[in-house]
């Protein structure tokens, strides 16, 4: 067999050993399988897959080809076609991430199921070169599918979202600060896990890794986004690292060009990042702007570099200079500027602007000049996980902006009030940066119904005027299973998709024969801690015996459920499939940390502080202990930290 590329392009290179390694693993019997140069070839009864760029393969030449060459931006939107009969036909893209992204989808539509990253999560079918049919034309529903790194992460956990990503349909990944050593250095020091020995990290260390990721997405072809906090600090010299307070030394010059809130000039809560600045001042704008300037400059590969300002809320400067804009309106005036120096540098890359917190309300005396330059990012931090971004209801007016005093949205609709109320002021392209996978799918063990409200959220995007989505999550959202990642993939590419054919495909890779049944038991699960959830939420101080009886009861119910369920892990603990094998023990494992947070919720009903703490520390020391088994699917920082702010607080 030949796989025969028409481009010597990195990308389609990468495309043709991706595709000829699978193959090689898939087809029964095995078979040679050559890699060749487009007019090198002369034997045509050998069968060939050919790749490559719409544009470049002789023939091709029909409407449905042509429509799909017809998107805004060939750079930034994606498109593909395959076909392939009996291990025979084409695969292309309209541009070499796009041939990638066509590869994949061909391996996917054989059989192939990418369950989570990595090797061991790869579910690989053997197939004769027969079964090799896959016949597709699409564009994705929206352009921007991306990943934002948070949480903890070793290099290999990064280097392996990288590589799974585009399998299931993502086409970009957002590296946040200049070298996200914050989100290295909470891992190699292994924060939460007193079990593991601290490892030194540097920042040296963390740029050589953000660099190395940075060529595996160059490799891919893949949209690179960059940075986002820091531009408030960095620039001036405060280092921008972390959000923990700092010891530093400031001179009065740099104290003058703080935010003054309540009369002081200095950093935020001791933060540099959440620490705004006085942007009424023109000095301040321009070292803010050529700070931005040069660091493109200097980082080519960056494809989309995200200009935000400083982090936390209600911490605006109150100088009377300031006050006679909103911070929304400086904001603007800074883009508009930093657009007038990439023009005057020849710098052509896109900058991505937040509305975020207190620059949800938008510009009240200035509009931005050249809409094509920058790309708007809607992040509703505040906003619910329990409802959707659904289109049926009344969306209210935004409230009035006060200085430092603001209070932010909870509800969807609220929250959409102020994404319409920017829409009115910014036409241009737009995308949503959201939180599904940082926090809330702790409170959903089953991560069932999470899944489902991302799905319907994602479906949504386009209805209320957005054009993709960026999640900023724990890069390990696994455990027990990748679904909810998996919805966000294919949804991304195809809003049309139903949850239930996607969550059937998905489990039926992890899972195997059983794996009906499992889906019904997570989503009992789910279902079953949203009830003990609302039953907390309903009695925030449970004290009548009716309630504890009731939260007692859905407890009980939680283990039942397990304990019934635990005879089919079981017998499928010996599945041969080494990625079926593994689904299986981590939902073993994730059963003792279930029944121990249902009797926590118990526990917190009756208030007895001393057995939630002493079942807390049990699932503690369980996932910490397990973290080296564990450590692909469960961020075991992110998981300790965010159960103890909220579950052990109530």
Wanted: aromatic share 10%; proline share 4%; hydrophobic share 40%.
């Amino acid at each position: 067999m030949r796989i025969i590329k028409f481009s010597e392009n990195p990308t389609i290179d990468f495309a043709a050993e991706e595709l000829t390694k699978y193959l090689g693993e898939i087809l029964q019997p095995a078979q040679e399988i050559a890699i060749c140069s487009g007019n090198t070839v002369k034997d045509d009864k050998v069968p060939s897959i050919q790749l490559g760029i719409l544009d470049q393969l002789a023939g091709l030449k029909n409407s449905t080809i042509e429509d799909l060459k017809n998107v805004p931006d060939e750079e930034f939107d994606d498109a593909i076609y395959i076909k392939v009969e009996a291990g025979n036909g084409v695969i292309v893209g309209i541009n070499p991430r796009s041939v990638l992204l066509a590869v994949y989808r061909f391996l996917s539509d054989v059989g192939c199921n990418w369950v989570r990253p990595g090797i061991n999560g790869e579910s690989i079918p053997k197939l004769g070169i027969k079964d090799l049919n896959s016949s597709v034309a699409e564009k994705p529903s929206y352009r921007h599918r991306g990943i934002c790194i948070e949480g903890a992460n070793s290099y290999e956990n990064i280097k392996d979202i990288i590589d799974w990503a585009p399998k299931v349909g993502f086409n970009s990944y957002f590296f946040q600060f200049r070298e996200a050593f914050t989100f290295f250095d909470r891992y190699y020091s292994h924060m939460n896990n007193p079990t593991k020995q601290p490892e030194s990290f540097t920042v040296e260390q963390a740029r050589e890794y953000v660099a190395m990721a940075g060529k595996e997405l160059e490799k891919r072809g893949m949209i690179h986004h960059a940075v986002g906090h820091g531009w408030t600090c960095e620039p001036f010299g405060i280092p921008g690292l972390e959000w923990k307070a700092q010891d530093v030394e400031l001179s009065d010059d740099i104290k003058n060009i703080l935010a003054e809130v309540d009369g002081k000039r200095e950093l935020w809560k001791g933060v540099a990042l959440n620490t705004n600045l006085c942007y009424s001042n023109d000095n301040v704008r321009k070292i803010v702007t050529e700070a931005i300037a040069e660091y493109l400059i200097e980082h080519p590969q960056v494809d989309l570099l995200h200009f935000w300002l400083a982090d936390g809320t209600n911490n605006q400067c109150e100088c009377d200079n300031c006050q006679v804009a909103i911070p929304s309106d400086f904001y603007v005036m800074m883009l508009n500027e930093l657009d007038e120096l990439l023009t005057e540098k020849k710098i052509e890359r896109k900058i991505v602007f937040l509305i975020y917190v207190d620059l949800l309300w938008p510009p009240q005396q200035l509009e931005i000049n050249n809409p094509d330059r920058f790309t708007m990012m809607y992040a509703p931090i505040t906003r619910t996980y329990r409802s959707t971004f659904a289109t049926d209801k009344d969306i209210p007016a935004i409230p009035s902006f006060e200085r430092n005093k603001c209070k932010f949205p909870n509800s969807v609709e609220e929250n959409l009030s102020f994404l319409k109320a920017w829409q009115a002021k910014f036409e241009g392209d737009s995308f949503d940066f959201d939180y599904h996978y940082m926090w809330a799918h702790y409170s959903d063990p089953g991560y069932q119904n999470i899944s489902q409200i991302l799905h319907k959220d994602l479906q949504n995007l386009r209805n209320i005027g957005l054009n993709g989505f960026v999640s900023c999550q724990t890069q390990r959202a696994f455990f027990p299973t990748g679904i909810g990642m998996h919805v966000m993939g294919r949804t991304l590419w195809n809003r049309e998709l139903p949850f239930e054919a996607i969550q059937e495909e998905y489990f039926r890779g992890a899972f195997g024969e059983d794996s009906l049944l499992v889906s019904e038991y997570l989503s009992s699960l789910s279902d079953l801690f949203q009830d003990l959830q609302d039953l907390v939420q309903d009695n925030a101080a449970i004290q009548d015996s009716d309630s504890i009886e009731e939260v007692s009861k859905t407890a009980q119910s939680v283990i039942s459920l397990i304990k019934d369920f635990a005879p089919i892990i079981d017998r499928n603990l010996r599945t041969i499939d080494k990625c079926i094998r593994n689904s299986w023990r981590y939902l073993e494992i994730h059963k003792e940390i279930c029944i121990r947070l249902a009797k926590i919720y118990e526990a917190n009903a009756k208030e007895d502080k001393a057995r939630a703490e002493e079942l807390w520390n049990e699932i503690k020391t369980l996932v910490q202990e397990k973290e080296d088994e564990l450590q692909t699917v469960l961020d075991v920082y992110l998981f300790v930290s965010t159960i103890e702010r909220t579950l052990m607080q109530q």
